[in-house]
């Protein structure tokens, strides 16, 4: 059974900074990305950045030279460095780790999700 499990995030005056860790364990296939989502209140959830295997990175506009998403493959570990945080950032942030089960065929792990709050 795959486990993500997310840590850091709280309350933070805007321009402030946080760092979300997420520690995945447990067997996986063939994991295709990680990343991390998020879900603000009355909204979808939303991609915020993702990593595939290969280390190629993928950043939602409104996050692009505020957030860093770094992985240590040792550590079974993704983290995100968040700097320059706006209130609208704020949001439940859901760590997600994408494992090709079969040839094309994916499925989603995800982790419990972790709230930021931003202040302005």
């Known amino acids: 059974q795959v486990q993500l499990v997310e840590s850091g995030g709280g309350l933070v005056q805007a321009g402030g900074s946080l760092r979300l860790s997420c520690i995945h364990s447990g067997s996986t296939f063939s994991i295709n990305s990680m990343g991390w989502y998020r879900q603000a209140p009355g909204k979808q959830r939303e991609s915020v950045v993702t990593?595939?295997?290969?280390?190629?990175?993928n950043y939602a506009d409104s996050v692009k030279g505020r957030f860093t998403l770094s992985r240590d493959n040792a550590k079974n570990k993704v983290a995100l460095q968040m700097n320059s945080l706006k209130p609208d950032d704020t949001a439940v942030y859901f760590c997600?780790?994408?494992?090709?089960?079969?040839?094309?065929?994916?499925?989603?792990?995800w982790g419990q999700g972790t709230q930021i709050a931003g202040s302005s």
């Open positions: 990593i595939t295997s290969g280390g190629s990175t």
């Open positions: 997600n780790l994408r494992d090709e089960v079969a040839p094309g065929m994916d499925y989603d792990y």
